[in-house]
């Protein structure tokens, strides 16, 4: 089981960007409404109501949550996949909860007390961004290490690419404050794309400075096998494996005040391939080194 970050990236996309991708899932929306109902998800947007307007809060189906969710949901196989939770009961409805932190907000979970598992996967889970995580007596913070971290240092997600400027191909990545990430790498030629949907995380997080993160890769999925082959169109499509991070594990997050002058050679020449030849004195952009590798990936 994984987290499904796809779903939870629509908190701060705008309603016009629901509409598009998620109106054929279920009765659409209501101009004079404040919600979006699609079925296995109901999306609330900040007021007033324009195509603009943000989203701000999500109630979500677990299946709609979870890759690969099975039926019987025991509370530490959600647990296992947050650096922090607590968990109690709702006196009032007689209903158990269990709160994670979701990139600093509270994602909730709930389920009847007397029942070990999340035992319905059409039971909702819900995250709004006025809910910030509050630490108490009941958390449980894995790795108290002081220059550990459970997020890395920016409120929303980036979109990071790892590419050359020369020929059709491009890897990219979009990276959650959690680790969490998905992507997509292309090649194309006459007849024939190769191509890879992925998404994995990273974790481990580790402060070098206030410029620099390691991270360690901890899995990374791919959404085809690689090397299947198929036929659309008459073009031949070959999966692929997610190049650029498809060798090694150990991996650096640098900030945009990063010094140009400390990073490695082999960082910077995929900078100066990805944007032009004039590096400035600090980065300017969020990137990711990956170390074994030797490749850069650049906001």
């Known amino acids: 089981m994984a987290l499904n970050t796809k779903t939870l990236s629509l908190l701060n996309k705008n309603k016009a960007y629901v509409d598009e991708h998620y109106e054929r899932e279920g009765e659409g929306f209501n101009e004079n409404d404040y919600m979006y109902n699609g079925g296995q998800l109901t999306v609330t947007y900040e007021m007033p109501v324009t195509p603009e307007s943000s989203v701000i809060g999500l109630d979500v189906r677990l299946d709609n ?3 690969n969710c099975p039926r019987d949901i025991a509370p530490k196989q959600i647990t296992s996949l947050f650096d922090e939770y ?3 009961i709702y006196e009032k409805d007689n209903v158990a909860y269990l709160t ?6 509270e994602l909730i979970f709930w389920h009847s007390p007397d029942d070990e598992y999340f035992s319905d996967k059409n039971l909702n889970a819900s995250i709004y961004l006025d809910r910030p995580y509050i630490s108490d007596e009941n958390s449980i913070i894995v ?3 002081s220059n550990r971290y459970n997020i890395l240092p920016f409120g929303e997600s980036k979109d990071l690419f790892f590419l050359s400027g020369v020929g059709a191909w491009c890897t990219s990545m979009t ?3 959690d680790g969490t990430f998905t992507g997509e790498f292309y090649d194309s030629e006459p007849s024939l794309y190769y191509t890879c949907i992925f998404s994995g995380k ?9 410029t620099s993160y390691k991270m360690e890769l901890l899995e990374i999925k791919t959404e085809v096998e690689p090397g299947k082959e198929w036929t659309e169109n008459g073009v031949l499509y070959i999966a692929s494996t997610p190049y650029g991070l498809d060798e090694g594990t150990e991996f650096i997050l640098y900030t945009p005040d990063a010094a140009t002058s400390d990073l490695s050679e082999d960082f910077m020449n995929w900078y100066r391939m990805s944007t032009d030849f004039n590096v400035p004195a600090k980065l300017g952009r969020f990137g990711i080194f990956n170390v074994s590798a030797g490749y850069g990936f650049f906001e």
């Open 65 to 67: 949550l979870f890759y």
């Open 86 to 88: 607590k968990t109690g």
């Open 100 to 105: 994670v932190n979701y990139c600093g907000y």
């Open 143 to 145: 790795n108290s290490n």
């Open 175 to 177: 990276l959650n404050p």
């Open 202 to 210: 990273f974790g481990n997080f580790e402060k070098i400075n206030d």
